[in-house]
């Protein structure tokens, strides 16, 4: 697959994802489907301890409730798609790029800075998830798994616009947009310093 405009700038991601990367995970199925069913329970869960921790939010509680139930509903959906193919949810595997993602997160910072870091760092993981959702649904074999793919690379575009309104709400815009930009250059950064796997969504 040739890299288009449209994957090197979606949802403002700086570096498109290595083209190998679909044909390697292509290779490893079962490794794939088990490492993003996993991604999408550490969604629902993620989302879960937001909620807890900003009970007080009360547009941001309302708004993700309803995300907890999708993300893992998506587990649900990549759990069936591995029964069907006889194959088994493995181990969770360690999560190299959010590990290195919460690196860049403010500890120190204002609870208004803290706020906004969890939050871009949804829409982050959000938005890389849904272009190699886009990478997949282009360029694998299986017509069955593009169109598979295509529903979770919708679904998480909407996410990411979310976890971007959301940040508005409690941030004001010119704020929101300066760090955005600061993740952004950091994430391009550590996607070009992992190495391209197949058994791995990000
Ligand atoms: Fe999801
Ligand atoms: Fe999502």
Redesign the pocket.
């Known amino acids: 697959m040739s890299t288009t405009n449209e994957t090197k700038n979606i949802l403002g991601l700086h570096l498109p994802t290595d083209p190998r990367w679909v044909n390697l995970a292509e290779l490893s199925l079962e490794y794939i489907l088990t490492d993003h069913a996993y991604c999408?329970q550490k969604?629902a869960t993620s989302c879960i301890s937001l909620i807890q921790r900003y009970s007080e939010l009360e547009k941001l509680v309302t708004d993700l409730a309803p995300i907890v139930t999708?993300?893992w509903g998506?587990f649900r959906l990549v759990l069936a798609e591995l029964q069907k193919r006889n194959l088994k949810l493995g181990k969770q595997r360690k999560d190299e790029y959010v590990n290195q993602l919460q690196v860049f997160q403010k500890k120190d910072g204002s609870p208004e800075q803290r706020l906004l870091d969890k939050l871009l760092i949804f829409a982050l993981i959000e938005a890389r998830?849904c272009e190699r959702f886009k990478r997949l649904s282009e360029g694998l074999d299986d017509e069955y798994l593009r169109n598979f793919y295509r529903r979770?690379m919708e679904?998480?575009a909407g996410?990411y616009h979310l976890f971007i309104e959301l940040a508005e709400t409690y941030v004001d815009k010119p704020t929101v947009r300066k760090r955005w930009q600061e993740w952004l250059v950091y994430e391009a950064d550590l996607m070009q310093k992992l190495e391209v796997r197949g058994d791995r969504m990000h």
Do not use: D, T, V
């Open positions: 999408e969604a999708e993300e998506h998830s979770f679904s998480e996410h």
